[in-house]
Nanobody, 116 residues
Framework: QVQLVESGGGLVQPGGSLRLSCAASGFTFSLYSMSWFRQAPEKERELVAIIFSSAINTHYADSVKGRFTISRDNAKNTVYLQMNSLKPEDTAVYYC?????????WGQGTQVTVSS
């Protein structure tokens, strides 16, 4: 049974930091590219960051470059998103996604709210 379980969301003040985690099970994690998406109210889901199976190559949305860092630990089957210098516009539900060819798995999401 495939599972992606996100954690680490919450309420943080502008300028603060959070680290999201996504624990995977039920598939060969090291073979999959992993990504983080987010969806704000009344907006489309958007890609935030992706890390490929090699764990070397990454890609970020322009809006988070220099503030967010994606990483993975294949020994722990976990992908992380370190979020620094958070802004109110980062408020959204954050989802992790596993991708390999045409196979995609999604987590249930974790809420991140940036507000004073």
């Amino acid at each position: 049974q495939v599972q992606l379980v996100e954690s680490g969301g919450g309420l943080v003040q502008p300028g603060g930091s959070l680290r999201l985690s996504c624990a995977a099970s039920g598939f060969t994690f090291s073979l999959y590219s992993m990504s983080w998406f987010r969806q704000a109210p009344e907006k489309e889901r958007e890609l935030v960051a992706i890390i490929f199976s090699s764990a070397i190559n990454t890609h970020y949305a322009d809006s988070v470059k220099g503030r967010f860092t994606i990483s993975r630990d294949n020994a722990k089957n976990t992908v992380y998103l370190q979020m620094n210098s958070l802004k109110p516009e980062d408020t959204a539900v954050y989802y992790c996604k596993a991708m390999r060819y045409t196979t995609n798995y999604w987590g249930q999401g974790t809420q991140v709210t940036v507000s004073s």
